[in-house]
């Protein structure tokens, strides 16, 4: 990769002593590099410094590429690849008469390795589980969310144009582009993460970035339970209602867990149905074996060959599904989706934006009349309360929680409004003094008329199972 050249320097890093400072050379702060992980925001304590230290970075990059075939990067071992990283750090430091410490060296060559082989400062953060969202306002401002609390980091790219490099390493992955004909882009992370990016002219301030992390765990409802997110009867009687092929419309806001949640009830769909799911960026983690995952396709530059999820609910129906996943109804799909849950695929599942119930119907309500085929609002009413069966409302709380809050079924059409009947319920009472939401979960009706389509399937409820009380406080 490298070619030879004259010993003196190291093979590796690791080793690597701190270059000497030639007599009578006037002494120089260290860059203080291992002060930030993953950042070089506080390099010398000062902008300056940090710009040198970015501009020094930028040189080993362009050194790389005069060394290394980038190409032919991906299939050498890393080690290989940091060994000759290091390589080059070591001479450019000689030759530049840079001060640096064997960990600080060691952190350069990092942060130039996250730079070839991954997503350059985000790498740091990729790396932390606990972090559910990066979002990125601008190159100098990235924030992260750990625990449903929001906060600023120290982690800061180069400029515009080195996040706008960042997006773009992205999007390709994905077969995707950004640019100024297409400066809105969504995509996804090879480890299912979900990607939003935005660019000039629409972002005034420069590129906008913001991640979804989903990770490869898939939550277990045991987890569920356990972070009190949902009581154990609850759980069962969600379980009950997905093997005998209720349909289940998941609601919530942003960022609530509606996709966790609905990754979880779909671990009770019995394992031999074929599920077919459509979603405008994967990230749906289905544990069953008989899985076909659909995704939409932007058009290209000259607006032709987009693929919707409409078109894409259409093609499913021709591919003797059991059950349809849409990961988000956004648009004039649900016509198709609620045609569909009303034609014979029964216990398909979705989600929708909104904040109640009540609220998801008027929304859906709102999207089948975008499909342009004049249905009375009666018909599309009539339509809602046939194909959808029962609502799981979600919702992110003061504290960053994020809980069921509801569980409601569908009992029927009242003055041209969808009418339910809460099942579950989670009252909030107040806060505490170390700001955590006070409540509990609790049965509202005991006598669904779920109850009698669950025993039709020869599946038993446990007794007592809508006395339970859970005290999240306790």
């Not at 001479?91 to 350069?108: F, K, S």
């Not at 932390?128 to 790219?157: C, H, M, Q, W």
């Not at 009375?376 to 046939?386: C, E, G, I, K, Y």
Request: charged letters at 25%; aromatic letters at 4%; hydrophobic letters at 40%.
């Amino acid at each position: 990769m490298v070619p030879p050249r004259p010993t003196g320097g190291l093979g590796s890093p690791k080793t690597a002593p701190a270059p000497a400072k030639p007599k009578g050379t006037p002494a120089r702060e260290a860059p203080a590099v291992a002060t930030a992980p993953g950042t070089a925001s506080t390099i010398g304590g000062s902008s300056r410094a940090a710009d040198r230290y970015f501009e020094l970075k930028s040189e080993i990059h362009r050194k790389l590429i005069g060394v290394i075939n980038l190409d032919r990067v991906s299939s050498i071992p890393k080690e290989r690849v940091r060994s000759e990283i290091g390589r080059v750090v070591e001479r450019l430091l000689e030759d530049e008469r840079v001060p640096m410490t064997t960990a600080e060296q060691n952190r350069i060559i990092e942060e130039v390795l996250d730079e070839v082989l991954g997503l350059g400062p985000l790498e740091t953060l990729l790396k932390e589980p606990a972090i559910s969202d990066i979002l990125v306002n601008g190159y100098d401002k990235v924030y992260i969310e750990r625990a449903g609390k929001l906060s600023l980091t120290p982690v800061r790219f180069k400029d515009n144009n080195h996040l706008l490099h960042i997006i773009e390493k992205i999007v390709s992955q994905v077969g995707r582009r950004v640019d100024e004909a297409n400066p809105v882009v969504d995509a996804r992370l090879l480890d299912g993460s979900r990607v939003n990016a935005i660019i000039s002219p629409l972002s005034l301030d420069g590129p906008a970035l913001s991640i979804r992390r989903f990770g490869r765990h898939v939550i277990t409802s045991d987890e569920m339970v356990a972070n009190k997110t949902v009581m154990r009867s609850m759980l069962q009687f969600l379980a009950a209602c997905v093997q005998c092929k209720c349909t289940v419309l998941v609601s919530g806001g942003t960022g609530s867990g509606k996709t966790t949640t609905l990754n979880a009830l779909s671990r009770f769909i019995p394992e031999e149905e074929r599920i077919i799911t459509i979603e405008d960026t994967a990230e749906l983690q289905l544990q069953q074996r008989h899985v076909v995952k659909f995704e939409t396709r932007p058009p290209n530059l000259n607006k032709q060959g987009g693929i919707n999820q409409r078109q894409l609910v259409r093609t499913a129906l021709r591919m003797r599904p059991d059950r349809i996943i849409v990961g988000e109804c956004r648009g004039p799909e649900a016509l198709d989706m609620l045609q569909a849950m009303n034609t014979g695929v029964e216990g398909s599942m979705s989600t929708v934006h909104a904040n109640s119930p009540k609220d998801a119907f008027s929304r859906l309500q709102a999207m089948v009349l975008m499909a342009d085929l004049d249905l009375p609002t009666r018909v599309v009413t009539n339509q809602l309360a046939s194909a959808i069966k029962l609502v799981v409302q979600v919702s992110r709380l003061s504290d960053g929680s994020r809980k069921i809050i509801s569980v409601a079924e569908v009992t029927g059409v009242e003055e041209d409004a969808v009418r339910i009947q809460e099942i579950f319920t989670f009252d909030r009472m107040g806060v505490d003094d170390a700001g955590k939401v006070m409540g509990r979960f609790r049965a509202v009706w005991r006598e669904p008329r779920l109850l009698a389509r669950i025993r039709q399937y020869g599946i038993t409820l446990p007794d007592g199972l809508f006395d339970e009380i859970v005290d999240v406080n306790q």
